[in-house]
């Protein structure tokens, strides 16, 4: 039962442009949503953060909003640039508890 | 500052064996939390923990184990290693001013045969 779920596997945009990654999930629970980046060979680095109480937090170029009605969240990268390419993970957590459900991850290409 | 580090970075071991993973906090830090991320999916949360104990544990086997020391590194041990465990074992700390964040580490690529 997968609690938090990245539908897309893949995106390719072009430099520039928005790059918007979703994530849905499930379990009412979660009051607090992280976005990681992934680089091969690295571990996941942290981006951005929500807590339930918000509906958008914007941190320089990265940008995430919150719908808890819909139990979906997104994250908004303007303007793209090549060094963004990653696997990008979003992830849940409740009651401070630091234990984190993640998604499976969208590979993020941004072409030149 | 250090950042999170763990060894070795990559092991190979075969079924039955046992191994022990590694994992040094970001100083300050006083919580770990091990995750398992297998091949194409996300990491997987195994366990945590805190001042030495035990902080929580997610839908794995008795036979992944852990210790945490006085300086807050831990270890992860896996008993009668199967196929199915090879993945990238990730070690994460948190417990600084920002609690709610999680600080990863390279991680570990273990592969049983």
């Known amino acids: 039962d997968q609690q938090v779920k990245q539908n897309s596997p893949s995106l390719s945009v072009q430099e520039g442009r928005i790059s918007i990654l979703n994530c849905d999930y499930t379990?009412?629970?979660?009051?607090?949503f992280l976005w990681y980046k992934k680089y091969p060979a690295e571990g996941p680095t942290f981006l951005i953060s929500?807590?339930?109480?918000?509906d958008k937090n914007e941190d320089g170029r990265f940008t995430v909003f919150l719908n808890k009605s819909a139990k979906h969240l997104s994250l908004h990268i303007v303007p793209s640039q090549p060094g963004d390419s990653a696997v990008y993970f979003c992830?849940?957590?409740?009651?401070?508890?630091?234990?984190?459900?993640f998604g499976s991850g969208t590979r993020l290409q941004v072409q030149p | 500052e250090t950042g999170v580090t763990q060894s070795p970075t990559h092991l190979i071991k075969t079924r039955g064996q046992q191994v022990t993973l590694r994992c040094s906090s970001q100083?300050?830090?006083?919580?770990v939390s091990w995750y398992q991320q297998a091949l194409g999916q996300g990491p997987q949360f195994i366990f945590q923990?805190?001042?030495?104990?035990?902080?929580g544990r997610g839908n794995f086997p008795p036979r992944f184990s852990g210790l945490q020391f006085p300086n807050y590194s831990s270890e992860l041990n896996v008993n009668a290693l199967e196929l199915d465990d090879s993945a990238l074992y990730l070690c994460?700390?948190?417990?600084?001013?920002?609690?709610?964040?999680?600080?990863f580490g390279p991680g570990t690529r273990l592969t049983v045969l």
């Open positions: 994460a700390s948190s417990g600084g001013q920002k609690v709610n964040e999680q600080f």
């Open positions: 379990n009412s629970m979660f009051d607090y």
């Open positions: 929500i807590s339930s109480i918000k």
């Open positions: 992830a849940a957590d409740y009651m401070g508890r630091r234990a984190l459900t």
């Open positions: 100083s300050g830090h006083n919580t």
């Open positions: 923990y805190y001042r030495e104990e035990e902080n």
